[in-house]
């Protein structure tokens, strides 16, 4: 069983994280936290085979959390994936430099979750088994060389040969550098027969940089008594290739009280340092892509305004019949089609813009204090008569009190027509709609929207929350077009406020979409502070 654990300070996330962790594999423990000193705290007691966790967290961010997650006994080569919705280089370089194993950005693509995590857990148990081999190993050939010490120049050829069918370089050498035994394998790789080396020094045998290396460890094993902890090193074997070892050394004393040595047990792990490289290139490849895309959606979506522009003036100098009629009926019918169609496109091209300014964090806002009880009003009464007309119900309990929000009013009202318009377009015949505006115990305020529409499952949730998501329904959601941006671009402007956009659904009984604003947006009355 996989034992997974979970960082982000939001409960959404957590979540979200945790139902796609728990696809990876058949048999996966998970663990969530809010709190990363908690996970910490938990990880000194049960150490994980992967963590997930956010980048920007209040009390502290997921570069100084890895940071001490490495420096925790055995911790050192688990994997840990940050995901955030920063796009910004600095951020992965400071999680790389912390010691993180894979970057993903937010919102994730389930697949390539699924996958990354999955082969990180793989070279998770393969890392393991090596250790484990390694361990037996050592402890097996201590037990051998104590035991048979006195006979060890007697029955030479036999412990050769033994050592010979290990798959792992194993050796020894005295205070002096010099080789005192070799097995076969070590020997194939520097290109000769394990007789030839016994008696040289190690430079001799591996080259200056690596027997300066030995030298120095096993002289710290000697002076402190004890073995140290594995350790990978690269070294070029006889073709001039260059092979990742994890290495291993330890102790070994001399059951008659003479002179201790150091056995030395390493094996080839260059296989899984060439899939983690792999995996490495993949990521940068998609991040590269993704970056391009977004420029290229900005760069046409300029190109594209500018007819548009001259599209929508000129229609609207027509529907007014400035420069005369137009002579014929069919004629306004077609310029009010021509207006309504170029405003719409020009609407999804300003949506696409705003999006990739989030993306690259150059969207600002134009912040002021917000009347948000009469915009609440006044947006529902907009959409009031596309409710009516499909029968459903659209109910609303805003506080009297509610306080004014420190927000950008555009941007707002933005998330919150989005929001009214999905539950509209969603919501079934003869449905209901309630629309709810409040002021939390914490001094946040909570909007949600709630519908009795076709719902979602957690998978399509997620996809819904993705750029261009769309959740594709033979029997619900092919009527209702839309091109996938109202609710990633709602949730990207919500986030640049500071506050969260939670979903809960149910399929085929309704979704509510909850966003909340922090309390140090909220502009309370001087009495209430």
């Not at 979970?6 to 990876?24: E, L, S």
């Not at 996966?28 to 000194?44: C, D, Y």
């Not at 050394?249 to 792999?278: C, F, H, N, Q, Y």
């Not at 590269?288 to 959606?297: G, S, Y």
Request: charged share 30%; glycine share 6%.
């Amino acid at each position: 069983m996989s034992y997974i654990i979970i960082v982000d300070d939001r409960v959404t996330n957590r979540k979200i994280w945790a139902q796609m962790a728990a696809k990876v594999e058949d048999d996966v423990e998970i663990e969530t936290f809010s709190n990363p000193q908690e996970a910490l705290e938990r990880v000194q007691r049960k150490i994980p085979d992967l963590i997930i966790t956010d980048f920007k967290m209040p009390e502290m961010d997921g570069a100084e959390f890895i940071r001490r997650f490495r420096k925790l006994r055995f911790c050192v080569d688990v994997p840990v994936i940050v995901v955030s919705v920063y796009e910004d280089k600095e951020f992965r370089y400071e999680a790389l430099e912390a010691g993180a194993t894979d970057f993903l950005m937010s919102p994730i693509d389930q697949y390539e979750f699924r996958t990354r995590a999955r082969n990180l857990l793989i070279l998770r148990r393969q890392q393991e088994l090596l250790k484990k081999k390694a361990s037996s190993l050592e402890n097996e050939l201590v037990y051998s060389l104590r035991k048979h010490r006195q006979a060890m120049h007697g029955s030479r050829r036999q412990l050769i040969t033994v050592i010979d069918t290990v798959p792992a370089m194993i050796y020894a050498a005295d205070t002096e550098d010099t080789c005192l035994f070799i097995n076969q394998y070590a020997a194939n790789y520097m290109g000769g027969d394990s007789v030839d080396f016994v008696g040289k020094s190690l430079s001799e045998v591996f080259g200056t940089e690596k027997a300066e290396r030995d030298a120095k460890f096993d002289a710290d094993i000697l002076t402190h008594r004890e073995s140290l902890p594995s350790y990978e090193e690269v070294f070029i074997d006889q073709y001039g290739v260059s092979r990742t070892f994890l290495t291993t050394k330890s102790l070994l004393k001399d059951p008659e009280g003479g002179e201790d040595t150091v056995i030395t047990v390493s094996m080839d792990i260059t296989p899984r340092k060439l899939m983690e490289d792999a995996l490495r290139t993949a990521k940068e490849a998609s991040e590269a892509a993704n970056r391009a895309k977004t420029e290229f959606l900005a760069n046409m979506s300029h190109e594209l305004r500018t007819p548009l522009n001259a599209i929508i003036g000129f229609s609207d100098l027509m529907l007014e019949g400035k420069l005369g009629p137009l002579g014929n009926d069919r004629y306004s019918e077609y310029a009010n089609d021509i207006n309504s169609s170029a405003r719409h496109l020009h609407g999804i091209i300003n949506d696409i813009l705003d999006l990739a300014k989030i993306e690259e964090g150059k969207l600002d806002l134009y912040e002021e204090e917000v009347k948000l009880k009469d915009m609440m009003l006044e947006l529902t009464r907009m959409l009031s008569d596309e409710a009516a007309r499909r029968k459903i119900s659209l109910e609303t309990d805003i506080d009297e009190n509610l306080p004014n929000v420190l927000a950008d009013e555009n941007k707002i009202k933005q998330i919150i027509l989005n929001l009214l318009s999905n539950a509209v377009k969603f919501c079934k015949a003869e449905g209901r709609i309630s629309v709810t505006a409040e002021l939390l115990y914490d001094d946040c305020i909570q909007i949600s929207v709630q519908d009795t529409g076709i719902g979602m499952s957690e998978e399509e949730i997620a996809v819904a929350r993705s750029r261009f998501g769309q959740v594709h329904d033979d029997t619900h959601t092919k009527p209702y077009p839309g091109t996938g941006l109202g609710l990633p671009l709602s949730i990207g402007l919500i986030e640049l406020h500071g506050g969260t956009l939670e979903i809960f659904s149910e399929k085929g009984k309704g979704t509510k979409v909850a966003i909340v604003f922090p309390s140090a947006r909220t502009c309370l009355p001087a009495e209430a502070q």
